[in-house]
């Protein structure tokens, strides 16, 4: 079939004229659209210009028309870390267990923590997995070498108390209480992760009266759950709150690696001062228990006690 090849011409007279009112209302709209452009220039350039600046935000506590700022806790001051380790850092000990033989045997195995001093008497407290067995202990802290006894310990508590003959010029650290945290509280760890003695390591509290069992089975209540870096080594140091008071003492991790991934365990110091008068005392701590062991039943079973 041939096409027809369609000129302006051939158009019917009725097109014809839309088309020319097409053609006069683009032409028109095109001359309005040039004309608004021109009159907005003209009325930009006859008004003063604006210029808009940066301005940087105000650090420290720069006062304001609406008040003074507030600096943000544990930014704002970033040597609240160092001063608390300062402060107590002399006296956090490391405390060398040796367990299997004699120490120079070649059957002896040596477990490595972290103890601190509570009191002026050489009293240090640790964790009773710390110690393991021994009777006496080596430990070394404030550039000294000292045999530590062990005057008692607690295994399903998991505290030990060991006694040194220390300088009378080092100052116990406080203790706190569980109570004056909360989730999100600064908290700082010291103690000896990987034989680094002294190391410092800073976080905050992640959850309060966790549960988490022991490699023996044993479950413990009532932990402090931190992000603070923990490690093979820190068992037995101190947990400091933002005061440089004694809050926990560092005793487990989840990880599924030999080393921490920001979730450890510490035991609440305010279990220990429960404990504090039994165990200096050198007494064996009292704990309830229920002579009732549970058991599955299976179908004979249920068949047999009906």
């Known amino acids: 079939m041939r096409r027809r090849r369609w000129d302006y011409e051939d158009w019917p007279s009725e097109n014809r004229r839309v088309g020319v009112w097409l053609a006069s209302g683009t032409a028109l709209l095109a001359i309005c659209y040039i004309l608004g452009i021109w009159t907005g220039a003209a009325l930009t350039r006859g008004h003063s210009q604006t210029t808009v600046e940066y301005v940087p935000p105000q650090t ?9 700022l507030t600096p943000i806790p544990g930014v704002e001051d970033t040597t609240i870390v160092t001063q608390i380790y300062n402060r107590v ?7 060398t267990a040796v367990s299997g033989g004699k120490p120079t045997s070649s059957d002896a195995e040596e477990d490595i923590g972290t103890g601190f001093l509570i009191d002026h008497n050489g009293d240090l407290l640790t964790n009773a997995h710390v110690v393991g067995s021994a009777t006496t202990v080596q430990v070394s802290g404030d550039n000294r070498q000292f045999v530590g006894r062990v005057i008692d310990a607690d295994q399903l508590d998991d505290l030990a ?24 509280s600064l908290v700082i760890a010291i103690g000896n992760p990987f034989e680094l003695t002294s190391s410092v390591s800073s976080g905050i509290v992640s959850g309060l009266n966790r549960s988490m069992s022991e490699s023996n089975g044993h479950v413990m209540n009532g932990m402090i759950q931190t992000d603070a870096p923990l490690n093979p080594g820190n068992s037995g140091g101190p947990l400091l709150n933002a005061a440089g008071q004694v809050v926990g003492i560092n ?39 229920l002579g009732i062991e549970g058991m599955d039943i299976d179908n004979l079973m249920r068949q047999a006690l009906h």
């Not at 108390?161 to 999100?184: D, H, N, W, Y």
């Not at 991934?261 to 305010?270: E, K, L, S, T």
């Open 60 to 68: 420290g506590n720069t006062a304001s028309t609406s008040g003074s």
């Open 89 to 95: 850092k002399n006296s956090i000990f490391t405390i």
């Open 161 to 184: 108390i060991v006694r040194i003959p220390a300088p009378k010029s080092l100052e116990p650290l406080p203790l706190g209480s569980v109570k004056s945290l909360q989730p999100g």
């Open 251 to 289: 005793t487990l991790i989840e990880s599924p690696i030999e080393g921490s991934i920001g979730i450890g365990f510490a035991i609440p110091i305010d279990r220990f001062i429960q404990l504090e008068p039994e165990m200096l005392a050198g007494k064996p701590v009292a704990h309830a228990w």
